[in-house]
């Protein structure tokens, strides 16, 4: 039979590793608040170590923040997660040997930050999994011929049951596959709310900022206008019409006199 040479895959992690990490990054300023944060991950390794897998994954954080100034700025951060892992976490336990090469496999990365000062908080959560692979000959099984349908097997006591016993078992069999399905769907679920609490998270921080500029731009208005108030009121007593008191009184004592020269008979001088 022909061969390839093709890597095998021996053992396998199992189950899949999760962890979580925080990185604290410095920033160049203090900025508002957060526009979008993603987490990349460029490359993975794993090696063989005695008994133990070390795991290495690189990550970039790429974050996109938004300066008081209301100007963006996307800034860059690398990190990196170190794992050992026993070798009793593979399955089928193995022993490793030199030409045993370790593959791995990572998830989209979750994450979530927090800006402090000027400081940026991101909790990043990675699921990933490491394959044990050697380089093997693998054969090529040609096509066989299709076998002619054997003959009916013939009924015998025990049979019905045989068959029913059968049939559980690939119901069993199919309700297994539709479990993993579920818990797929469950996992695909449980990213896209982390996604939306994420977005709602930012709305609620943008809301927040509309309002306090709102309320710093009502402060202002209401201090203009208190102090074109001020400088409005000598000038609107100034031009106030109005007659002052000792006006009045010189006003009084003038008709008086004027009645006496009329009573007199005299011309009246003024």
Known sequence: MPKIWSPVILAQLDPPQTTTVEGVYQLPKAYQHIEDLRVKVPSCEASHHGKYVECLIRLKVLAL????DHQPDLLSFHDEIREW????CFDPPMEFTAGTEMIVEADEVFCEGEL?????????ILN??????????????EASRPEPYPEPE?????????????????EVERLSQDNA???HRIRLYEKNLAGLKNALRKAENRSQALVKELMHANRTRQDLQEQLNKREAPYSLQKSPGITPSAEI???GLGHKIKQLFALGRPAVF
């Open 128 to 141: 990933y999994t490491v394959l044990a692979v050697q380089n093997g000959a693998v054969e090529i099984v």
């Open 181 to 183: 399905a579920l818990h």
């Open 116 to 124: 402090q000062d000027e400081t940026l908080r991101v909790k990043m």
């Open 250 to 252: 010189n006003r009084v």
């Open 65 to 68: 923040l938004q300066a008081f």
């Open 154 to 170: 013939p009924y015998y006591p025990g049979k019905a049951i045989l068959e029913t016993i059968r049939n559980l078992e690939c």
């Open 85 to 88: 892992l026993p070798n009793h």
